[in-house]
């Protein structure tokens, strides 16, 4: 399935994640904090440049897009936490810079970020609006020279610690989606702060805000894209490719749990036996390697066809909402196979199975994946 460079790719990635994360993820979950210090590690070995290439300051893979995929994998694997941190910084936060951003916004924000000296964050999702973008309050106002944005977000993954923010903003509510603009903001710039961080049940690790613009000035110079109403139709090209990767999340985080469930069956005795040799368990684990299979398959697939240059959006949601759902209930039934055990915070179960609704929700709800294809059949 995947091709000799994907596959090095994924047995340097792995080894890392075998050897520094994995031993980590517990106590980074414990924590709740941000993981600065083997952030910085994973970027200076240059995995945050991975989806772009060299001209500006990435790795200048032959595959990106599965590479990144597998790179998003392998991290979850170890953990999911830390894995939406690097998807978000050397994704989402990244790609609609990296698309649109000019020479002086390369340097200022997307180098230092790729390098991992800067930490970026996405911001569509407010309090009143999430799966309906169209209807989002924060407004950007034209001065001279400029903007001023005004309003608040919600979710923020990165939101406290982040350098840098795009922000999708209004600039006229009574034109819908064809209003909104992608503006790139510095969190140095008066006006900005942090409302509160959130405390969440899911990805521990992953640091999750709310945040205020109040009289935010953001210079001509930070709004990405080639015109009015260009703006969203940018962010929404990056949600689109982001959808791959959080189905690559998803997998990784339901294949730990099914390796440790199977280690679990072998090794678990009762009645005599270990439980794996009731039937029960095997059809349980027989199950969930056929949704994972299924899951990594289709996820690779529609992550070939990026790299190609095919269109994705069908594919994309379809990837994320076969993984998410899919990996959801591998962790469900793998909770089930440790028993007491599963529930007892001292092994890694119910975070495998907590982190598992991160890809049902972030990025668009598996409800709005549905719709999203609905639509493309004309329905
Ligand atoms: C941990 C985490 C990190 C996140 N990180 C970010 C981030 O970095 N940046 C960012 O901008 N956002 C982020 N999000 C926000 C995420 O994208 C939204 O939570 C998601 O899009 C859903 O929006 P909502 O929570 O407002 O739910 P709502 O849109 O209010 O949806 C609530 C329910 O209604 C259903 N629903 C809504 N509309 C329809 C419809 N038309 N048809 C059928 N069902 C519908 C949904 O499926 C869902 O079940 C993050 C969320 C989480 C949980």
């Known amino acids: 399935m995947l091709d000799q460079d994907a596959q090095e790719f994924r047995r340097h990635i792995a080894r890392w994640v075998d050897e520094r994360l994995v031993p980590q993820a517990e106590s980074l979950d414990r924590k709740g904090e941000f993981p600065h210090e083997l952030f910085h590690e994973l970027a200076s070995l240059g995995y945050l440049g991975a989806l772009y290439p060299e001209s500006i300051g990435g790795s200048g893979l032959a595959n990106p897009y599965t590479c990144f995929a597998v790179l998003c994998e392998e991290l979850s694997r170890g953990s999911m936490g830390f894995a939406a941190g690097v998807c978000m910084q050397g994704s989402t936060a990244t790609y609609t810079l990296y698309e649109w951003g000019d020479k002086a916004l390369h340097e200022r924000f997307l180098l230092p970020a790729l390098r991992g000296e800067r930490i970026g964050a996405f911001a569509i999702t407010e309090p009143n609006s999430g799966s309906d973008a169209a209807s989002l309050r924060t407004r950007a106002t034209n001065v001279e020279g400029g903007y001023v944005i005004n309003g608040s977000k919600i ?21 819908g ?24 049940f899911t ?88 949704v994972l299979e299924q899951a990594r398959l289709y996820t690779y697939y529609v992550a070939g066809r990026a790299d190609r ?49 991160f890809p049902i929700i972030g990025g668009g709800t598996s409800d709005i994946m549905r719709l999203i294809v609905a639509r493309q059949l004309g329905l």
Do not use: W
Request: glycine share 10%; with cysteine.
């Open 155 to 175: 979710f923020t993954t990165h939101g406290t610690v982040a350098d840098f923010i795009t922000v999708v903003a209004t600039t006229d509510p009574a034109r």
């Open 177 to 200: 989606l064809k209003g909104l603009e992608l503006f790139v903001v510095d969190t140095k710039t008066k006006g900005f702060s942090v409302g509160r961080k959130l405390d969440k």
């Open 203 to 290: 990805i521990h690790c992953s640091d999750t805000a709310e945040l205020v613009f109040d009289n935010v000035f953001v210079p001509e110079e930070c709004r990405l894209g080639d015109g009015e109403g260009g703006g969203f139709l940018n962010a929404y090209k990056s949600l689109t490719v982001d959808r791959v990767f959080t189905a690559a999340l998803a997998v990784g985080n339901g294949q730990a749990a099914y390796d440790a469930a199977l280690r679990y069956a072998k090794e678990r005795v009762q009645f005599g036996q270990p439980i794996g040799k009731f039937q029960a368990v095997q059809f349980k684990l027989v199950d969930m390697l056929a």
């Open 309 to 357: 240059g095919e269109p994705i959006t069908t594919e994309a949601a379809l990837a994320k909402l076969v993984a998410a759902d899919g990996c959801n209930d591998v962790c469900q039934k793998a909770l089930n196979i440790f028993g007491g055990y599963g529930l007892m915070n001292e092994y890694p179960m119910q975070r495998f199975l907590r982190d598992s609704y």
